[in-house]
């Protein structure tokens, strides 16, 4: 007996490696597959969102207003249901710093954008959370029965798009911008939209920024949803001290230059920090 167990192949080094590749190769099918099973979650979530649970709110809350809470609510927890899914699935993992500064209501945040499923982990966390639509997902049969229940603003609101952000914040909502207005491009530059600034400088609000941080990349600008990295996305998502724009804005003359000012200390701002 203590001589076959002596004649048995060492375990090498080679061989520890090769395990490993199989255990790395392992993880990254499991992850597409997660991803897929996410999203078609997703998919499915959102048309018996639009055919079965909003229309019975619609029959039940007569009130407009209270029906818009209800909605809201209904999509956060439907959110925060997907995110934690896809930490179920090993997709991806997440850490939040600073969530207490989100428990307030009337907030303008604007975050950076490295990833397509930003705007679903941020709203999962945040109570009555508002958000510029494309006009699109109003038309979109998967999304458009929730995003009507909801409120949401329509960027093809034109020139009164500015106002119903300001009159949303005012109202107690709490109002999510993506300044750059698409996800950040591989090379990592960002390119800031005046459209946050205006909000926040017309409407005399501070703002809550929001600095997310996806290491490895995933679901970047571009990429493809089945192109996972190597190894599990790790979200950070460093919820930070209000910015007072009169501090950043204060030497400025009219509206119009205090924008411009404060959407380059913005640009500047996330991208040292992101």
């Known amino acids: ?43 499915a979530g959102g048309l018996a969102l639009r055919l079965a649970v909003f229309p019975l709110l619609n029959l ?28 179920a699935l090993g997709v991806l993992s997440y850490e939040i710093s600073g969530l207490e500064r989100l428990q307030r ?6 975050a950076n954008h490295p990833s397509l499923i930003d705007t679903v ?17 109003w038309r979109n049969p998967f999304t458009r029965g929730p995003v009507r229940a909801a409120g949401y603003i329509s960027n093809e609101d034109g020139p009164e798009l500015v106002d119903d ?11 999510i911008i993506f300044p ?48 996972v990295p190597p190894t599990m996305a790790h979200f950070s998502i460093e919820i930070q001290q209000d910015i007072d724009i009169r501090e950043v804005t204060g030497q400025a003359d009219n509206p119009t230059l205090a924008a411009r000012q404060l959407t380059y200390y913005l640009q500047n701002h996330f991208m040292k920090e992101s």
């Open 1 to 43: 007996m203590l001589d076959w167990l002596n004649r048995r192949k060492p375990i090498t080094h080679s061989t520890k490696q090769s395990t490993r590749r199989q255990n790395a190769l392992f993880s990254k099918y499991w992850r597409v597959c997660g991803t897929g099973i996410s999203f078609a979650a997703f998919g």
């Open 60 to 87: 039940v809350v007569r009130d407009q207003q209270r029906r818009t809470l209800w909605a809201r609510r209904i999509i956060r927890l439907a959110f925060r249901a997907f995110v934690e899914l896809m930490r």
């Open 105 to 110: 209501r009337g907030l303008l945040i604007l």
């Open 121 to 137: 982990l941020l709203m999962a966390f945040v109570r009555q959370a508002d958000c510029i639509v494309k006009g699109a997902l």
């Open 165 to 175: 952000c300001i009159a949303s914040i005012r109202s107690g909502g709490n109002l």
């Open 180 to 227: 750059e207005g698409t996800r950040t491009p591989a090379d990592g530059n960002m390119t800031f939209k005046r459209g946050a600034a205006n909000v926040a400088v017309r409407g005399e609000c501070a703002i809550t920024p929001v600095v997310i941080r996806c290491t490895p990349g995933t679901l970047a600008k571009g990429d493809k949803w089945w192109k």
